[in-house]
């Protein structure tokens, strides 16, 4: 308790009247409750600065020269510190505890590192905003902007801190690091949230509880020659490529933890890496959840109350990251990619969307943005607006295959994926394999270029004055009103998916279809349910236009490509009435 009274003191905290013991419900924790005095797990016996002086940092230069020195130091971080030059790591040495003073204590522009530091306790920081825009993949040479980097640090209690638009990594623990504790963090709304390694050497021993991990890619943990990886009671949600992965000769255990809407939760890359899940949650995931082998038993290390998955969830939801503002999202978010938006990522905006209580809209510059983005879903609608020059690209392919075994399919490969209901998506031009997929209800896109694929896959969509440029797929609901729909080589335009029970599947109506295909090589349709209906057909249309088995028609089309033959069904005037657009999307 001493040591907790210090560290809650130096934070400007109030000490914790009681703890609960686990599995009780969340509304019956306090927030003092998990505030702990000293860490669980392999950081066991971690001091930081205590018994050294306890100083006050206000200042970049004050930070560096305290964070430098080689006495311990309990270091109070007081107020926002912006890094310069941008993209710096702040080198901390032994004997440290950084806690950010009271509320809204941050660093922007940087982050923290440890080069052969022991003793070290961080808390109570918000670490943000190195992203440099349009380095999504962090693979410029001047981008190493992790949130907080270890390199052969031993004993680090990384504890209460949100680290959110870095650079790089969000934490990387590198090169032997050892005895190590993550608690109650947030990675939040970056492509790379937390590594282990860059080492063939088997050492590293690592404990993470009451983590949030949101609106990543990769790296959700990568876990590379750990000789024992401790996660329990974290919350993994919104994860686009794949969670939780153990390299080489790892040694893994997961347990009470939920997984929500991420692809591929588990997984074991190396026939030498063992992992053991017990216990945890999978909610809305997909993809693979890999065990292999016997791993290790935590409780033969130390002892720990793990809380069941759905206890710690809440619970983490409610307490995790330092004592903070209130966030305060506002209407209109702007992303640039010359540093004059509020963000520099549309990942970045649409992960800020997620505290707002009514409608947001994202103005978003011109320029290309290569990056995979997920419209995760929300609270609220959200409308996300470009210029007419703005490029949204990226390069899988659903035959792709993975480094780590198997291929991207659909759902990985897509560059957008709208995946909550209500998005508005206008003015932009998305690229890629699979350009845009749309797996929530009551999606809109408005005046947007879809160069590739095109996969309904949920609900219904409505797509006005578009121009496709690429193939449509999928059994859900599409709506192609006004739009350009442009074939420049042989193929078929749309192959729906349509389930037997469903009426509706694909619709296109006041389209007009082009391209550089040569004559009467393209098909309209080849399976579900598609009417195209008071469209112009291009030359490349064949007489023949439907293929396979399908609900298809077509009423009141004209140009080179129309035509009433046999293999063209025809809906009277009675049946078109029930084709419309407004029928669709009831």
Request: overall charge neutral; hydrophobic content about 40%.
């Given at each position: 308790?001493?040591?907790?009274?210090?560290?809650?003191?130096?934070?400007?905290?109030?000490?914790?009247?009681?703890?609960?013991?686990?599995?009780?419900?969340?509304?019956?924790?306090?927030?003092?409750?998990?505030?702990?005095?000293?860490?669980?797990?392999?950081?066991?016996?971690?001091?930081?600065?205590?018994?050294g002086?306890?100083?006050?940092?206000?200042?970049?230069?004050?930070?560096?020269?305290?964070?430098?020195?080689?006495?311990?130091?309990?270091?109070?971080?007081?107020?926002?510190?912006?890094?310069?030059?941008?993209?710096?790591?702040?080198?901390?040495?032994?004997?440290?505890?950084?806690?950010?003073?009271?509320?809204?204590?941050?660093?922007?522009?940087?982050?923290?590192?440890?080069?052969?530091?022991?003793?070290?306790?961080?808390?109570?920081?918000?670490?943000?905003?190195?992203?440099?825009?349009?380095?999504?993949?962090?693979?410029?040479?001047?981008?190493?902007?992790?949130?907080i980097?270890?390199?052969?640090?031993?004993?680090?209690?990384?504890?209460?801190?949100?680290?959110?638009?870095v650079?790089?990594?969000?934490?990387?623990?590198?090169?032997?690091?050892?005895?190590?504790?993550?608690?109650?963090?947030?990675?939040?709304?970056?492509?790379?949230?937390?590594?282990?390694?860059?080492?063939a050497?088997?050492?590293?021993?690592?404990?993470?509880?009451?983590?949030?991990?949101?609106?990543?890619?990769?790296?959700?943990?990568?876990?590379?020659?750990?000789?024992?990886?401790?996660?329990?009671?974290?919350?993994?949600?919104?994860?686009?490529q794949?969670?939780?992965?153990?390299?080489?000769?790892?040694?893994?255990?997961?347990?009470?933890?939920?997984?929500?809407?991420?692809?591929?939760?588990?997984?074991?890359?190396?026939?030498?890496?063992?992992?053991?899940?017990?216990?945890?949650?999978?909610?809305?995931?997909?993809?693979?959840?890999?065990?292999?082998?016997?791993?290790?038993?935590?409780?033969?290390?130390?002892?720990?109350?793990?809380?069941?998955?759905?206890?710690?969830?809440?619970?983490?939801?409610?307490?995790?990251?330092?004592?903070?503002?209130?966030?305060?999202?506002?209407?209109?978010?702007?992303?640039?990619?010359?540093?004059?938006?509020?963000?520099?990522?549309?990942?970045?905006?649409?992960?800020?969307?997620?505290?707002?209580?009514?409608?947001?809209?994202?103005?978003?510059?011109?320029?290309?943005?290569?990056?995979?983005?997920?419209?995760?879903?929300?609270?609220?609608?959200?409308?996300v607006?470009?210029?007419?020059?703005?490029?949204?690209?990226?390069?899988?392919?659903?035959?792709?295959?993975?480094?780590y075994?198997?291929?991207?399919?659909?759902?990985?490969?897509?560059?957008?994926?709208?995946?909550?209901g209500?998005?508005k998506?206008?003015?932009?031009?998305?690229?890629?394999?699979?350009a845009?997929?749309?797996?929530?209800?009551?999606?809109?896109?408005?005046?947007?270029?879809v160069?590739?694929?095109?996969?309904?896959?949920?609900?219904?969509?409505?797509?006005?004055?578009?121009?496709?440029?690429?193939?449509?797929?999928?059994?859900?609901?599409a709506?192609?009103?006004?739009?350009?729909?442009?074939?420049?080589?042989?193929?078929?335009?749309?192959?729906?998916?349509?389930?037997?029970?469903?009426?509706?599947?694909?619709?296109?109506?006041?389209?007009?279809?082009?391209?550089?295909?040569?004559?009467?090589?393209?098909?309209?349709?080849?399976?579900?349910?598609?009417?195209?209906?008071?469209?112009?057909?291009?030359?490349?249309?064949?007489?023949?236009?439907?293929?396979?088995?399908?609900?298809?028609?077509?009423?009141?089309?004209?140009?080179?490509?129309?035509?009433?033959?046999?293999?063209?069904?025809?809906?009277?005037?009675?049946?078109?009435?029930?084709?419309?657009?407004?029928?669709?999307?009831?």
């Amino acid at each position: 308790m001493k040591l907790l009274a210090v560290l809650l003191a130096v934070s400007g905290l109030v000490a914790p009247a009681h703890h609960p013991a686990a599995g009780v419900r969340a509304s019956d924790v306090r927030a003092s409750d998990v505030w702990a005095g000293q860490p669980v797990g392999f950081a066991a016996g971690t001091t930081g600065g205590s018994g050294g002086a306890v100083v006050r940092a206000t200042t970049l230069a004050e930070l560096r020269n305290y964070a430098a020195a080689a006495e311990p130091l309990t270091i109070q971080v007081a107020g926002s510190i912006r890094v310069d030059p941008f993209g710096d790591m702040i080198r901390v040495g032994s004997d440290k505890t950084i806690a950010g003073y009271g509320t809204g204590a941050e660093l922007v522009g940087g982050g923290l590192f440890l080069p052969g530091s022991h003793n070290v306790i961080i808390r109570n920081l918000t670490i943000r905003d190195s992203y440099i825009p349009g380095d999504f993949d962090g693979k410029n040479a001047d981008n190493d902007n992790d949130g907080i980097r270890l390199d052969t640090a031993d004993h680090v209690w990384i504890d209460h801190n949100l680290i959110e638009r870095v650079g790089d990594g969000g934490i990387d623990i590198r090169k032997d690091s050892d005895h190590i504790t993550l608690s109650w963090n947030i990675i939040s709304d970056i492509n790379k949230a937390l590594g282990v390694g860059w080492t063939a050497n088997v050492v590293t021993r690592l404990t993470a509880h009451h983590n949030w991990i949101r609106n990543t890619v990769q790296r959700n943990w990568s876990l590379d020659n750990t000789l024992a990886a401790h996660l329990y009671n974290n919350y993994l949600s919104d994860v686009a490529q794949y969670g939780t992965m153990a390299r080489n000769y790892a040694r893994v255990v997961v347990e009470d933890s939920t997984f929500e809407h991420v692809n591929d939760p588990l997984v074991v890359l190396s026939p030498t890496a063992e992992l053991v899940e017990r216990h945890n949650r999978f909610s809305a995931t997909s993809g693979r959840i890999d065990t292999r082998g016997a791993a290790f038993d935590p409780a033969s290390f130390y002892p720990y109350a793990s809380e069941p998955a759905e206890v710690a969830a809440r619970n983490t939801r409610q307490f995790a990251g330092p004592h903070r503002r209130a966030a305060v999202t506002p209407r209109t978010i702007t992303v640039a990619l010359d540093g004059s938006g509020d963000y520099g990522s549309l990942l970045a905006a649409l992960g800020a969307v997620r505290d707002a209580d009514g409608p947001v809209t994202i103005a978003v510059g011109p320029g290309v943005f290569r990056e995979i983005v997920r419209a995760w879903p929300t609270r609220v609608p959200v409308t996300v607006t470009g210029t007419g020059e703005t490029v949204l690209t990226y390069d899988l392919a659903p035959d792709g295959v993975k480094f780590y075994g198997g291929t991207w399919g659909v759902d990985g490969a897509a560059t957008l994926g709208l995946l909550g209901g209500f998005v508005k998506i206008r003015g932009l031009t998305v690229a890629g394999s699979v350009a845009v997929r749309v797996a929530g209800d009551r999606a809109v896109l408005d005046r947007v270029r879809v160069d590739g694929g095109f996969q309904a896959d949920g609900g219904r969509t409505h797509l006005r004055e578009c121009t496709l440029a690429g193939r449509a797929a999928g059994p859900a609901i599409a709506v192609f009103d006004r739009c350009t729909v442009l074939t420049d080589s042989p193929g078929t335009i749309a192959s729906a998916a349509t389930p037997d029970r469903q009426k509706y599947g694909f619709l296109f109506t006041r389209c007009v279809f082009g391209g550089a295909a040569p004559a009467g090589t393209v098909r309209l349709g080849e399976s579900g349910q598609i009417v195209v209906r008071d469209s112009v057909l291009g030359a490349q249309i064949a007489a023949a236009p439907w293929a396979g088995p399908g609900r298809f028609a077509e009423y009141r089309n004209r140009g080179p490509g129309a035509g009433t033959g046999p293999d063209r069904p025809q809906l009277t005037a009675a049946q078109a009435s029930s084709f419309t657009a407004a029928a669709y999307l009831r």
